[in-house]
């Protein structure tokens, strides 16, 4: 692909995405946000006791919250044990005033939904085709930047994450997700890894990372538009801050698509801004970004 042709495919797929984002909430970002709206958010405590007793979890919920979302948790499944509060109504509380108090805990049983079967639950639009033989050219220009790029389910219910001088990914992604998630994770690599000074806010981060995976799937020819409008706007993203970033997300498109098309050669030097630096050999001690 010429350097003019990777020109016009990032402009064409950044108006694509901006036009998209504009476009608000698709009808699946609303059916899945309705249902997670319906899970309870655990406390820090919890989630470390989830993901001792069951890393690959993704939605947990208790018995009786299963039976309302038309689930019902399989016989001899295990439950995952967690610590709920105990609360008392004040008998004398004011409309203004909370009326109920913890005065205790107790331990609780949730299930991840793996453990459960019935009616399925929304999930968020993915990203759709076949990556073929650039899925190869990625995780060469990946590694040719001395990024290692590993896979664990460990890291659920995270699809990838951006290490510092690693990426991991979950094993058990179709090649179109597999594809955009490492495209995802290697722009934060690029643009994210770099001193403390230099890190934009989490949305700018996702938004940056996900418009950079949504070019470069549609220069070759995958289709993402409402996966990633969908997930920029999880986000708190918008149009505004596209183009607030937009000289970042076309210079590491371009740099990507250089590298996987076999024009350029993905060499770690070749970065975004000189602002927005990244430093090999880090280890686990950089930001993690999924």
């Not at 069951?54 to 016989?75: D, I, K, N, S």
């Not at 290692?148 to 992604?173: F, H, V, W």
């Not at 806010?201 to 070019?215: K, L, N, Q, W």
Request: net charge positive.
């Amino acid at each position: 692909m010429a350097s003019a042709d990777v020109t016009g495919v990032v402009k064409t797929a950044v108006d694509e995405l901006i036009k998209a984002v504009k476009a608000g909430k698709s009808e699946t970002l609303k059916r899945y946000l309705a249902m997670a709206g319906r899970f309870h958010r655990y406390s820090w405590r919890n989630v470390l006791l989830i993901m001792t007793q069951r890393p690959e979890a993704t939605f947990v919920a208790g018995y009786g919250r299963w039976r309302q979302l038309g689930r019902y948790v399989r016989r001899g499944e295990r439950g995952i044990r967690i610590v709920a509060p105990v609360t008392v109504r004040a008998q004398n509380a004011t409309a203004e005033e909370a009326d109920e108090r913890i005065t205790a805990f107790k331990q609780a049983v949730v299930f991840d939904v793996a453990q459960t079967d019935g009616r399925p639950l929304p999930e968020p639009s993915k990203a759709e085709g076949d990556p073929g033989h650039v899925m190869s050219r990625l995780k060469r220009c990946v590694t040719e930047r001395g990024i290692t790029l590993d896979y664990s389910n460990r890291i659920g219910p995270a699809q990838g994450m951006s290490l510092g001088g690693m990426i991991l990914l979950r094993k058990d992604m179709d090649p179109a997700e597999e594809f955009s998630t490492l495209t995802h994770e290697l722009a934060h690599e690029i643009l994210h890894q770099g001193p403390p000074s230099s890190r934009a806010d989490r949305t700018v981060r996702e938004v940056e990372a996900e418009a950079v995976a949504f070019i470069v799937c549609r220069a070759v020819g995958m289709e993402a538009q409402e996966a990633s409008a969908d997930y920029i706007q999880l986000y708190r993203g918008d149009a505004k801050t596209l183009m607030a970033s937009l000289q970042h997300i076309q210079t590491t498109a371009r740099d990507i698509l250089g590298g996987i098309t076999g024009e350029t050669v993905c060499a770690r030097e070749r970065i975004a801004t000189a602002s927005v630096k990244t430093a090999g050999g880090r280890g686990h001690s950089q930001p993690v970004f999924t």
